[in-house]
């Protein structure tokens, strides 16, 4: 689940629309709302992250509900001069929904403030002092370690746990998720302890805490440890060694190979969408022992979501990444993004027919998910085609459904339990005692 | 920050560079260590200025060279009947973005290291820093405790 960092945090004009008429709503309701709909979601509406980071589970920004509720009282708190704003600057996708929702408070509050406050919202305008309080240290944390992404790292584990064709085992479950979801916040961590002046200079990733001065480094390293060690930990010794190998791999690859090559080459890509693969194969791992077939299909299948879900994203953020000195397709080799994600697209339908031939579902499986493989091939074949700002977001919005739906029309498709050697035995048994019963 | 304050201040993102600039505390017995990190901080933040101050301003012109040249090539002028700035779309941009990566790229390069290289010198020191605090103020409590 790590390829969620890759979540494209791209918070685009639509989807954030129906987010924010309930913010309106209330604050609380919204961070209530936010709260039960993210798994529902799928998606990170706080897109603070780096949108290199394609990994889903170790994406990016997500600002933490609590953050929310703490920045309204600050504001409602801190009366100030508006000092003159620099010219803000707001690409497309670099509007964060964050962003949007200080837009929605501060115009709220604008008794207060003079002008209209468009991104930066009026404290950031502040010096602050650089102290770390107790009361904002969850708040720090959360973003610090891209809670929401990691929420969706875990998800995509238990996925992996729940198609894999052994009875359901509680405590394995809650063991395996609470480890991946511990080394995917220390990932995270130590991946945005790398990246701070670059985090800074990107308009979606500017707002993290290390960014901000809200802690320290050394504090973000001591707290990835303390989340890195025992996750590793519980899923070696709670769960098996080898979804803890595979855990403490995961964390390696994504801050030691993919953080780095982000700014070298365009493989970054690639090796983010192996990071995102691995946490479903864990999920597997961690239920069975083995890594067998229907793990690395189900890695497939996450490995070959994150191309059409980062290459859409990425096309948006290209003047982004070019000052920012981040290699990516989009901006190198425009041509090789489009015809990869296409190739992608198609590929799910390909990986979704060998599902039954695996046995991990029925024959069931293909056919349903058909129509949703299709339809966002066709929006990966537009984009290929036309290549512009409107087919790379419809595509990038597609994929966003796309993988939740997918994996629950997979669960749905299960192959049962009791197949059919089982059967067999059964019937063989009680025939066996019927004729031990006519015997004499 | 106020001049009473006993610890670090940190300010609004600067215009040029986007980094938040830093002002430190110097305490009065500041130690020999405590003394190195702060110097170290110091001159990452002096560097980390310079380089993306300068790197943005460089972006900054460049793009508005090229939008200048292929509006000209297009025949139009930077700022259209009614005062508007003319841009290019993204797609007429994108061959600048390319560019513009590719030239910087072993400046990247360089910088990454530098950044890396500071980033963990600065982590470490802040360690030892925080360790030895740590181990004077379990000696003070000792000494409280013993009197």
Redesign the interface.
């Known amino acids: 689940g790590f390829f969620v960092w890759r979540l494209k945090g791209a918070g685009t004009g639509h989807t954030p629309c129906q987010f924010v008429h309930l913010c309106r709503a209330a604050n609380d309701r919204f961070i209530t709302f936010q709260y039960f709909n993210f798994l529902k979601r799928m998606y990170v509406t706080q897109y603070n992250k780096d949108l290199s980071q394609r990994a889903k589970p170790k994406s990016d920004p997500v600002v933490s509900p609590f953050h929310e509720l703490q920045q309204l009282d600050q504001e409602k708190k801190v009366i100030h001069q508006i000092s003159p704003i620099?010219p803000v600057h707001q690409p497309w996708p670099e509007t964060s929904r964050r962003n949007e929702l200080r837009e929605v408070e501060s115009a709220a509050e604008s008794e207060a403030s003079a002008t209209a406050v468009r991104a930066?919202p009026k404290e950031?305008?502040?010096?602050?002092?650089?102290?770390l309080r107790l009361d904002e240290l969850p708040g720090i944390l959360a973003r610090l370690s891209k809670i929401k992404l990691t929420a969706l790292v875990v998800s995509t584990a238990s996925a992996g746990f729940a198609m894999a064709p052994v009875p359901f085992d509680l405590t394995c479950f809650l063991l395996a998720s609470l480890g991946t979801g511990l080394a995917s916040c220390a990932a995270n961590s130590i991946n945005q302890?790398?990246e701070?002046?670059f985090d800074?200079?990107m308009n979606r990733t500017?707002n993290r805490p290390l960014?901000?001065?809200q802690i320290?480094?050394?504090l973000a390293?001591c707290f990835a440890a303390s989340c890195g060690v025992p996750g590793i930990a519980l899923l070696t010794l709670g769960v098996n060694p080898l979804t803890g190998a595979l855990g403490a791999f995961n964390i390696f690859l994504y801050t030691c190979c993919y953080t780095?090559l982000k700014?070298?080459s365009i493989a970054n890509t690639w090796v983010g969408a192996v990071v995102g693969a691995i946490p479903p194969v864990m999920g597997w791992t961690a239920a069975t022992g083995t890594l067998d077939a229907g793990a690395l299909l189900l890695g497939g299948i996450l490995y070959s979501w994150q191309f059409p879900h980062f290459n859409a994203l990425s096309w948006?953020l290209?003047?982004d990444?070019?000052?920012g000195?981040y290699?990516m397709m989009s901006?190198?080799h425009?041509g090789l993004c489009r015809r990869v994600a296409l190739r992608h697209c198609l590929a799910l339908i390909g990986l979704s027919a060998v599902a039954p031939v695996l046995d991990v579902t029925t024959w069931t499986f293909p056919i349903v998910s058909l129509p949703i493989n299709l339809y966002i091939s066709y929006l990966g074949f537009r984009f290929y085609r036309d290549?512009?700002?409107g087919s790379s977001r419809k595509l990038f919005f597609c994929s966003l459904w796309h993988l939740p739906m997918l994996l629950l029309v997979m669960f749905t498709c299960k192959k049962s339990g009791l197949d059919k050697e089982d059967k067999n035995q059964l019937l063989g048994e009680t025939h066996g005692r019927a004729m031990e019963m006519r015997l004499p | 920050p106020p001049p009473h304050s006993h610890s670090d201040w940190i300010g609004p993102p600067d215009k040029h560079s986007n980094l938040r600039p830093v002002i430190f505390y110097v305490p009065p017995e500041e130690s020999a260590l405590e003394r190195r990190l702060r110097e170290a901080r110091q001159e990452n933040q002096a560097c980390n200025q310079r380089f993306w101050a300068r790197h943005n301003r460089a972006f900054r012109q460049e793009k508005e060279e090229f939008i200048y040249s292929r509006l000209k090539a297009k025949g139009l002028e930077m700022r259209d009947e009614t005062g508007q700035k003319a841009t290019l779309n993204a797609e007429e941009m994108a061959d600048f973005y390319k560019d513009f990566l590719s030239k910087n790229f072993r400046k990247h390069m360089q910088y990454n290291r530098d950044w890396y290289k500071r980033n963990f010198t600065i982590t470490f020191l802040m360690g030892q820093v925080a360790l030895a605090r740590a181990l004077r103020w379990l000696r003070w409590k000792k000494k409280i405790v013993e009197h």
Request: glycine letters at 8%; a positive charge; charged letters at 35%.
């Open positions: 620099s930066e950031d305008r502040q010096w602050k002092e650089m102290k302890f790398f701070v002046p800074s200079n500017k960014v901000r001065g320290s480094p050394l390293v780095p700014r070298m948006g290209r003047e990444y070019s000052r000195g290699c901006v190198t425009p290549a512009d700002r």
